[in-house]
Nanobody
Framework: QVHLVESGGGLLQPGGSVRLSCGAP????????MGWFRQAPGKEREFVAA????????TYTDSVKDRFSISRDNANNTVYLQMDSLKPEDTAVYYC????????????????????WGQGTQVTVSA
């Protein structure tokens, strides 16, 4: 079992910024694709961003492509989601997720490929 621990989030103003972090202690972190997903009230969970194990390849959903940035620090087993120019529609619970096993290709937006999930962290964007 892989244990993912998210931090960050909170109540933010429109136009503001926040950085989410997700730690995955005790594993060969650099071998795993990592992703961020979100779920707004009354809506289905949706893909936000993902990054390859090496960090060389990333993918984003269109609505955040120019505002969010995913990165990782493999030495510290941590993946980040930098969120800028926040909008009220970014309000959601944000989840960190990991592929089931090592994979050395590009990251996918398909949630079915992600086997391990964090507990989620709330991001609320409101004036």
């Amino acid at each position: 079992q892989v244990h993912l621990v998210e931090s960050g989030g909170g109540l933010l103003q429109p136009g503001g910024s926040v950085r989410l972090s997700c730690g995955a202690p005790g594993r060969t972190f650099s071998a795993y694709v990592m992703g961020w997903f979100r779920q707004a009230p009354g809506k289905e969970r949706e893909f936000v961003a993902a990054i390859s194990g090496s960090g060389a390849s990333t993918t984003y959903t269109d609505s955040v492509k120019d505002r969010f940035s995913i990165s990782r620090d493999n030495a510290n087993n941590t993946v980040y989601l930098q969120m800028d120019s926040l909008k009220p529609e970014d309000t959601a619970v944000y989840y960190c997720a990991s592929y089931r096993g090592p994979f050395y290709g590009g990251p996918s937006q398909n949630s079915r490929l992600y086997a391990y999930w964090g507990q989620g962290t709330q991001v609320t964007v409101s004036a």
